[in-house]
């Protein structure tokens, strides 16, 4: 049964580029959280989704960045011109529901960004 | 806000026990412990729903007081591979179905 998966594992874009970062939830698992961390600091918060749909992007920046989970396919993390600022861990995780045991989050092995 | 957790870091000799805590200004609904070694992914250890239950896995386990709004992991009896940096996840609200926002990490070494 696999995991939560998250490609590339390592991504080095320069200053100005474009970043896309993909997700793939557990098997069953219709519910996506992304989350961004920086070097010895814990978690934050971006966006949940579910398919088709942005359920809260209450902790995404409001420009240059975007988050989908398409009907087929992974779900998409979309960083426009990208500054040194956005070099960091991106963790996608998923989870069955919201409710209970259901919310327990599986964290995929994260991307790690650097912007030089 | 993020929880806070108390200490930021504790050093533990094999078979020793330590305490974790996690305390939210905010009403929580649920509790969720992770556990996170260098270079890796969380790990979900737990997840703690409010009416103040308590629950273990292996020689781990953790409580919430929901009128406190804090919750506390317990590790037990440590073993080497317990180290790690732990962090609580805290749902708030009065119903499921909010973001989790985490603290800001426990940092915990095992030494033989």
């Known amino acids: 049964n696999a995991g939560v998966m998250q490609n590339p594992r390592h991504l080095v874009r320069r200053r100005g580029q474009e970043a896309r970062l993909r997700c793939s939830p557990m098997k069953g698992h219709s519910h996506v959280y992304w989350y961004r961390q920086l070097p010895e600091e814990g978690l934050k918060f971006m966006v949940y989704l579910q398919k088709e749909n942005i359920i809260d992007e209450s902790g995404m920046p409001k420009e240059r960045f975007s988050a989908e989970f398409p009907k087929e396919g992974p779900s998409i993390l979309r960083i426009q011109q990208v500054v040194r600022g956005d070099s960091a861990a991106y963790f996608c995780?998923?989870?069955?529901?919201?409710?209970?045991?259901?919310?327990?989050?599986?964290f995929g092995p994260g991307t790690r960004l650097t912007v030089t | 806000q993020q929880p806070v957790q108390s200490p930021q870091a504790v050093i533990l000799r094999e078979g020793e026990d330590a305490v974790i805590n996690c305390s939210s200004s905010?009403?929580?609904?649920?509790v969720h412990w992770y556990r996170q070694k260098h270079g890796e992914a969380p790990v979900f250890l737990m997840i703690?729903?409010?009416?103040?239950e308590q629950k273990g896995h292996e020689k781990i386990s953790a409580s919430f007081n929901e009128k406190k709004q804090q919750s506390s992991l317990y590790l037990t009896a440590s073993q080497l591979s317990y180290s790690g940096t732990y962090f609580c996840?805290?749902?708030?609200?009065?119903?499921?179905?909010?973001?989790?926002?985490f603290g800001g990490g426990t940092r915990v070494l095992v030494k033989p």
């Open positions: 703690l729903l409010k009416g103040g």
């Open positions: 995780a998923s989870s069955l529901g919201t409710s209970g045991t259901y919310y327990e989050q599986y």
């Open positions: 905010k009403a929580l609904y649920s």
């Open positions: 996840g805290t749902e708030s609200g009065k119903a499921a179905g909010n973001k989790l926002t």
